[in-house]
């Protein structure tokens, strides 16, 4: 699949977010704030991540019937990819980051369909693994990458927060 084209899922489908999608999105990530096991706050992730997730062609949503219901990203972090708990064999490694699920939409298996399509532009892009870190209190997300088979190498404290550190060989 091309970045440009749109992958269909029944009457969804996910394509590469566009300038003019940037307040709906913005949107989607405030309606995360508050919610159970969700760290996000109202400085992050802010528009300054919508811009840089762009100019990358690195921001990738779900549409159903032309509104935005998730979002996605693929990530670069110098401070994530210094880690040392990376196994070198399997690198690049690429993130996947900002992974939200309108609130409507939540528990219908999103996330994960999410993830999936962030494990495999990975992979179309040329990293060797998946390498990220998810917040020690993010119970949803933990949930969700077991169902991968990532395997937890250790922990770190970054950004004042708690994290494991995950890795999936792609």
């Given at each position: 699949m091309n970045y440009g084209?749109?992958?269909?899922l029944d009457q969804r489908r996910i394509d590469l977010a566009r300038e003019e999608d940037r307040?709906?999105?913005?949107?989607?990530?405030?309606?995360?704030?508050?919610?159970?096991?969700?760290?996000?706050?109202?400085?992050?992730?802010?528009?300054?991540?919508i811009t840089f997730d762009l100019s990358r062609?690195?921001?990738?949503?779900?549409?159903?019937?032309?509104?935005?219901i998730a979002a996605v990203s693929l990530e670069e972090d110098p401070q994530v990819d210094a880690l040392p708990c990376w196994t070198p064999?399997?690198?690049p490694g690429g993130e996947i980051a900002r992974v939200a699920v309108h609130p409507d939409f939540q528990n219908q298996g999103i996330a994960r369909q999410m993830v999936q399509f962030?494990?495999?532009?990975?992979?179309?892009?040329?990293?060797?693994?998946?390498?990220?870190?998810?917040?020690?209190?993010?119970?949803?997300?933990l949930r969700?990458?077991?169902?991968?088979?990532?395997?937890?190498?250790?922990e770190?404290?970054?950004y004042e927060q708690s994290f494991y550190c995950y890795e999936l060989k792609l």
């Open positions: 084209e749109e992958e269909t307040a709906e999105i913005l949107a989607l990530y405030r309606a995360q704030i508050g919610r159970e096991f969700c760290p996000w706050t109202e400085h992050y992730p802010s528009d300054e991540e062609d690195a921001l990738f949503v779900m549409r159903e019937e032309g509104r935005i064999e399997l690198q962030g494990l495999d532009r990975l992979k179309e892009r040329g990293y060797r693994s998946f390498h990220g870190i998810v917040n020690r209190l993010n119970e949803k997300a969700s990458y077991a169902v991968f088979g990532f395997r937890k190498l250790g770190c404290e970054m």
